[in-house]
């Protein structure tokens, strides 16, 4: 009985070792689970950069004389830069100007106005710059530059651009503007100098109306142009170079149809008048040679007065 017993226990053990295998066999492996996929990063997309706003500079003001000189101290304060218009006169006594700047009155009409301003203009050779002034000097010595390069003299029409200035000098306050441009406002025509008889200059006409005449002459009608004019004459000098004030003598220029006033400058130089001790008057040439006072070209531009009458400022001398 004990080895029957043995044998089917023997049996049992290895069918239930034989069962196990088949199950095991038909059990799927469990699988290690997978890492998770890790997605990149999104790269950073770069912030576009904001470059800062360019302010443009405020544009200039368009002033009148009379509202400059109203306003000057509070332009002045904020730094504004202005367009003013007028004429340039060379100041008659004291020019006021810094190291490289000349001060220029700016007047609206004459220049004896009581209303005018500075403008200071750079000394130089280009355009918006002018000639520097000898120690004795006379109005033809104002030669400026406009911004085209259009030769500005003095009594010219302009218009300048530049910065405004406030400043009080000996007690006295004065508005001046520091040019950076200047615009010629006179035809480039009136620089030709027009050849004149002293007659025709001389001779009078009515402007006006027959109820309301203006009688002018021809010699205030070309100096309202500022047109540059020639006169072949000669110099009576009949006095010596004390009677020439300041640099500048007056004598008459006269031809053949009548006699007007000439304003030349006292010089050993180009284009004036000289008084030798030896040889008395001399007329200087263009070139630089000394001259008789006969016969000669006069080139300048005119004015009217009521001491002088009709007078030639002269720019220039040279023979027929």
Request: glycine share 6%; proline share 8%.
């Amino acid at each position: 009985m004990t080895r029957p017993i043995a044998t089917r226990l023997f049996f049992l053990f290895l069918s239930a070792v034989i069962l196990n295998g088949i199950f095991s066999a038909c059990t799927p492996a469990q699988q290690a689970p997978l890492p998770a996929s890790t997605q990149p990063a999104p790269a950073a997309s770069p912030s576009p950069t904001t470059l800062p706003t360019q302010t443009a500079p405020p544009a200039p003001l368009t002033m009148e004389i009379p509202a400059l000189l109203e306003q000057c101290e509070t332009l002045s304060a904020a730094k504004t830069k202005v367009i003013v218009s007028g004429h340039l006169y060379l100041p008659e006594y004291r020019i006021y100007g810094y190291s490289g700047w000349k001060g220029i009155n700016l007047n609206l009409f004459l220049p004896n106005d009581l209303q005018t301003i500075t403008a200071l203009i750079p000394i130089g050779n280009g355009n918006n710059t002018m000639d520097d002034l000898p120690a004795y000097f006379t109005p033809r010595d104002l030669r400026a530059r406009s911004d085209s390069g259009q030769l500005i003299l003095h009594g010219h029409s302009v218009s300048i651009f530049g910065r405004v200035e406030y400043t009080v000098s000996s007690g006295v306050p004065r508005c001046q503007v520091w040019v950076e441009k200047i615009d010629s406002l006179m035809p480039a025509e009136i620089l030709i100098p027009v050849p004149y008889q002293i007659s025709a200059l001389l001779e009078e006409q009515n402007i006006g109306s027959v109820s309301y005449p203006e009688i002018v002459s021809t010699c205030q009608l070309a100096a309202q142009k500022q047109q540059m004019v020639s006169i072949t004459g000669s110099i009576i000098a009949e006095s010596g170079p004390d009677k020439c004030e300041r640099e500048i003598c007056r004598f008459a220029l006269t031809d053949k149809t009548g006699t007007l006033t000439a304003i030349l400058l006292l010089a050993n130089e180009p284009n004036a008048i000289n008084f030798d001790p030896t040889q008395g008057w001399q007329l200087i040439d263009q070139d630089g040679n000394a001259q008789k006072l006969l016969n000669l070209i006069f080139t300048g531009t005119l004015s009217v007065d009521v001491s002088q009458g009709c007078s030639l400022l002269v720019y220039q001398i040279q023979k027929p």
